[in-house]
């Protein structure tokens, strides 16, 4: 079963807030700055690779790293 690139983008923002929420990484400043880096780099790639037409509010989101919002949209399912 594959899943959709919209699927892949919202499980890594939902991994990003992980992240940000983990007080054992941040303990280890350099390690935490590494795994944020790596899933931003991810967040980016997914959002290139969403087939168009992409939803210019999402896109919108993505471009100004409103990734709440982003995550928000995704898990309603759309305007």
């Known amino acids: 079963m594959t899943t ?4 892949e983008l919202a499980a890594a923002l939902r991994e990003r ?3 940000i ?3 054992t990484s941040r303990r280890d400043p350099d ?3 590494a795994r944020l ?3 931003s780099e991810k967040i ?3 959002a290139r690779s969403l087939p168009p037409p992409v939803d210019p509010l999402l896109a919108h989101f993505l471009e100004r ?5 982003a995550l928000e949209l995704l898990g309603s ?3």
């Open 44 to 46: 980016d790639a997914l």
């Open 77 to 79: 399912g759309g305007r």
């Open 17 to 19: 807030l992980r992240i």
């Open 65 to 69: 790293r409103s990734y709440d919002k």
């Open 31 to 33: 390690q935490h700055l």
């Open 21 to 23: 929420r983990d007080e």
């Open 37 to 39: 880096r790596a899933i």
């Open 4 to 7: 959709s690139p919209q699927t």
